[in-house]
């Protein structure tokens, strides 16, 4: 409960959560919202086998997205799209769209290294580098040769992180001696010091004790205000908790192949209490999945 | 073990009824005795054939090994006869193989882990011919160093004029050991887990930076060990040294790339072949000198990777 607390209990630097989330409540309905992302009918292959196809949606500003579905329907490969970190991979091959603020990610002349700047990522396994704290911050200021003080940049970012007050006395020494959720919060810390307008999460919590997993969803939505944010998770329960829109992916066996497709996406409340698709319902009321 | 476990070990026991587990029979015991002799027996083959080999030269060399003995030149008169200018030959040599080998070896490491896309036919040749180089006899070495390096088209620059300088003689030891040095590279660089490129990838840091602000440095001490594993082999290499022409007899330590010079494996292979026995000594004096410092870079090995043995 301790790190819990510590996340909530600090106004100064981030406003309450309650009256955070209220805002946001009255914010939400009605305006049209600015679209970050917008996919047209995207297709993920690796290799000759396509792992998820057919997906088209927009994914909102200010905005937690949840992609939820069973393991294999490819939400994890869409949400690597979104940041060209499928091109890691040799045999991955997309087709469709990719519109970020309507320019089209994989045009010819877009560079990844262009694209990750904008748009950060946090991996499922917490992976500092085997570097002390601060260096673990700065390395994204530095590689980009940002101006301004190291020193503001990696205090700023740690706070925006929830996790100054736990490492300030302690900055210089190795990554690895922290907690798993001290070292995920690092990560997020590291993403947000280069200054993204979206941070994609693929499934942050998932190797994370209760009590650090809790003080990361408190964090996502603390940084929804200033950041739009992408999750994929596997616990229903978190994307319920923390997203504002919801998409559901399930498996589709086509033609003996199995193929990951967009079921539904829809506000998390609609998909979570009134589903239109009968497989939504099943899956998140834990019939299957 | 837990309650729980205990529990169910007991009430395992008592389903049987009398004794819970039966004694190890006899004839397992017997083999399982044999099996240990026999392993044993390998090793006493190996520890005593070393042990026997440094009593023989230590016994032999201990008459002649002093302080004079590493600061004299050597000389037709074996009782003020040294090993001076062979020794700092040999660090020369291996100081100089070590500028070629460490940018070479780590830079064509780079590229077969990062870059190469093992799908194309030309990167796995190279990849198998590298493994092959590592198995080619050291006296080819020393033939394709004497006909490009010391003669050749390539003669170092033109410094040598055809002559065994140390600069040659590093170069033929660094092609030689250079295979040693790529594959321990690429296994220090693969070592590096996914998840830190990933990381550094997704902060909007380019390939280049990857490699060289987290890749490279996360492996340093798996290169640097590779890097003195190979110059322990390099600093006992003879025949090629012989075949390039290096100096059996030079009465002066070099004094830059282009001296001419001679070796400790070539000092002590040129006292060897003589037949005075105060000759074996020095010969047998000037193994232990060159075991001394291939122990030493050996310990360095070991104290780089237990110093800086990252912990995923």
């Known amino acids: ?289 | 073990m837990s309650a729980a476990a205990t529990d169910v070990a007991t009430t395992g026991a008592r389903a049987r009824g009398g004794a819970a587990i039966d004694p190890a029979s006899r004839s397992d015991r017997v083999r399982g005795g044999l099996f240990r002799a026999l392993l044993l027996s390998c090793i006493l083959v190996s520890a005593g054939m070393l042990v026997t080999l440094l009593l023989d030269v230590g016994l032999d060399g201990a008459k002649k090994l002093s302080f004079d003995f590493l600061t004299n030149s050597s000389s037709f008169n074996p009782d003020i006869s040294g090993i001076y200018p062979a020794l700092i030959g040999t660090l020369w040599l291996m100081g100089l193989c070590i500028l070629f080998i460490v940018p070479v070896g780590v830079a064509a490491a780079v590229y077969l882990e990062e870059y190469a896309d093992d799908t194309k036919w030309w990167n796995r040749l190279i990849e198998v011919n590298i493994q092959n180089l590592a198995a080619v006899p050291s006296i080819v070495y020393g033939i394709l160093g004497l006909a490009f390096i010391v003669r050749g088209p390539v003669d170092v620059f033109g410094l040598g004029q055809g002559d065994p300088i140390v600069l040659a003689g590093a170069l033929t030891l660094g092609l030689l050991v250079l295979p040693v040095v790529i594959i321990a590279a690429r296994e220090a660089i693969r070592a590096v887990p996914p998840s830190i490129r990933e990381g550094s990838l997704a902060l909007g840091a380019t390939p280049w930076q990857t490699i060289w602000k987290q890749v490279l440095p996360a492996s340093v001490p798996g290169i640097a060990t590779g890097v003195i594993l190979a110059l322990s082999r390099a600093i006992g290499e003879t025949a090629p040294l012989i075949v390039i022409g290096t100096a059996s007899f030079v009465a002066f330590a070099p004094s830059g790339p282009d001296s001419i010079y001679t070796a400790m494996p070539i000092q002590i292979f040129e006292w060897i072949s003589r037949p005075q026995p105060e000759f074996q000594q020095l010969a047998a004096a000037g193994i232990l000198v060159l075991m001394v410092v291939l122990l030493l870079m050996n310990s360095v090995a070991i104290w780089l990777r237990n110093k800086y043995e990252s912990k995923w």
């Open chain 1, 1 to 289: 409960m301790i790190e819990v607390d510590r996340v909530t209990d600090k106004p100064p630097v981030t406003p309450n959560l309650s009256t955070q989330v209220a805002e946001r409540d009255v914010a939400r309905p009605d305006v049209p919202r600015e679209a970050v992302f917008a996919l047209e009918g995207v297709q993920v292959c690796y290799g000759d086998v396509p792992a998820v196809a057919g997906v088209s949606f927009e994914l909102y500003k200010n905005q937690i997205t949840a992609f939820i579905g069973p393991s294999g329907c490819g939400k994890s490969t869409l949400i690597r799209c979104l940041n060209r970190m499928n091109d890691l991979i040799p045999s991955a091959s997309i087709r469709g769209k990719v519109l970020y603020h309507g320019v089209d990610l994989y045009a010819d002349g877009v560079d990844p290294v262009q694209v990750r700047k904008r748009i950060g990522m946090v991996f499922q396994k917490p992976n500092p580098f085997p570097k002390s704290i601060y260096d673990n911050v700065a390395f994204g200021p530095r590689v980009l040769g940002m101006k301004d003080d190291m020193d503001d940049i990696v205090e700023r970012s740690l706070r925006k992180a929830a996790l100054w007050d736990e490492v300030k006395d302690r900055l210089k020494t190795n990554a690895f001696g922290m907690s798993g959720g001290q070292q995920q919060r690092l990560c997020i810390a590291r993403a947000l010091a280069i200054e993204p307008d979206v941070i994609l999460m693929d499934e942050p919590a998932s190797a994370l004790d209760p009590i650090s997993t809790s003080a990361i969803e408190d964090l996502m939505l603390e940084l929804v205000g200033q950041y739009s944010i992408v999750i994929v998770t596997h616990n229903m329960q978190q994307a319920a908790r923390v997203s504002d829109r919801t998409a559901f992916f399930n498996v589709d066996l086509d033609g003996g192949r199995r193929v990951g497709r967009l079921v539904e996406y829809a506000e998390t409340e609609k998909i979570f209490t009134n589903p239109d698709d009968e497989r939504t319902k099943e899956y998140v009321t834990g019939k299957f999945g």
